[in-house]
């Protein structure tokens, strides 16, 4: 009896080792819906290789991370568009009001658009003379909150939409966020989980379709109406961690340089890097970056962006440019412009 027991042990911490092994290797890749939710949003953060939940502090920290609100002191919309790669485009637009000891308010739209395609058929492989369309949303609300001059919360809740031709899939998601700013060196620390939600199940007209239940037997009703049952797919949830440090060099001349680590639910880990060198009181800044390190046949990589700001008393402008590299797939362009009033 006691040598079956030590021999069943064994084997169960075996099984349990290679189970953790093998979930390790298996990184789900392509396994998420709503993909559209993991591209960044904002030159400067792809500028800066998307090292940014803990720098996030415009209305673009709607996406990177929403504790970094708290820190608006002045009302702020943003408006960001990405050229991505065979006619697609990612559009962003946000609006954040800070509210005094109450906290920050916000509310943003994301979305992903493409050219219209023509319909194809096993009989009309060139087309039937139709089109359709496959386009992406998001549509969210956003709060955060100083809990100390130092500490701050912040949450976004975003209702989630995916279509294609007269099909949809429908669903909500939520992001925390924290940013501390440490004693340490003047170091800033942050944490954000994005997209934990509900899971996305494509529905519709495209998916009705008329079935015999069974052909083998005459005068029964052969023209059923039933809908194909298609799989539910989780969203593409990210827990990131990030570090920052501010280093005045002389004057109004400083260089921001950032680190960021994720882990997502559809890849394999990666690190951001990424920094900032500003010029002449912000007037002028220049960022570089690099995306997804030591991730496993990672496809980006290098990121080059320059901002242009300008303040008067009343309203602050800023412009940003942002280039990334892409292996396979072509590089890509991001304009964005920011006001604060």
Not at 144 to 162: C, H, M, P
Request: glycine letters at 10%; proline letters at 3%.
């Amino acid at each position: 009896m006691f040598n079956k027991k030590i021999i069943i042990s064994f084997l169960l911490i075996i099984t349990l080792c290679t189970i953790n092994v093998l979930s390790k290797e298996v990184d789900k890749t392509g396994t998420t819906a709503g993909k559209f939710l993991s591209i960044g949003i904002g030159p400067r953060a792809i500028g800066m290789g998307g090292a940014y939940t803990s720098l996030s502090n415009d209305a673009s920290a709607m996406y990177w991370n929403p504790a970094g609100l708290s820190f608006l002191q002045r009302n702020e919309a943003m408006f960001s568009s990405n050229q991505l790669f065979a006619d697609i485009k990612l559009t962003f637009f946000g609006v954040a009001i800070p509210a005094g000891d109450i906290g920050t308010f916000g509310a943003s739209v994301t979305a992903l658009t493409m050219g219209d395609m023509f319909v194809t058929t096993e009989n009309y492989p060139e087309g039937t003379g139709e089109t359709f369309s496959a386009n992406s949303y998001a549509f969210g609300l956003s709060f955060a909150k100083k809990i100390t001059e130092d500490f701050s919360v912040g949450v976004n809740i975003k209702y989630v939409t995916e279509n294609i031709y007269n099909s949809n899939a429908n669903g909500f998601a939520f992001d925390i966020g924290t940013i501390f700013h440490t004693p340490f060196w003047g170091i800033n620390f942050s944490s954000n989980i994005a997209n934990y939600g509900s899971k996305l199940q494509m529905s519709g007209e495209d998916l009705l379709t008329r079935h015999d239940p069974d052909p083998t037997r005459a005068g029964n009703n052969a023209t059923v109406d039933v809908n194909y049952a298609t799989d539910e797919f989780e969203l593409p949830l990210r827990l990131q961690i990030g570090i920052s440090k501010e280093i005045s060099l002389f004057d109004d001349h400083k260089l921001t340089i950032a680190v960021d680590a994720a882990h997502p639910n559809d890849n394999s880990q990666y690190v951001n890097l990424g920094g900032e060198l500003s010029l002449f009181n912000d007037l002028l800044c220049l960022r570089g970056g690099y995306k997804q390190l030591f991730m496993k046949d990672n496809q980006e990589g290098l990121t080059l962006g320059v901002g242009v700001h300008y303040s008067l008393n009343f309203i602050a402008v800023g412009f940003d440019y942002a280039y990334q590299q892409y292996k396979y797939l072509g590089n890509t362009h991001s304009f964005g412009v920011n006001i604060k009033f």
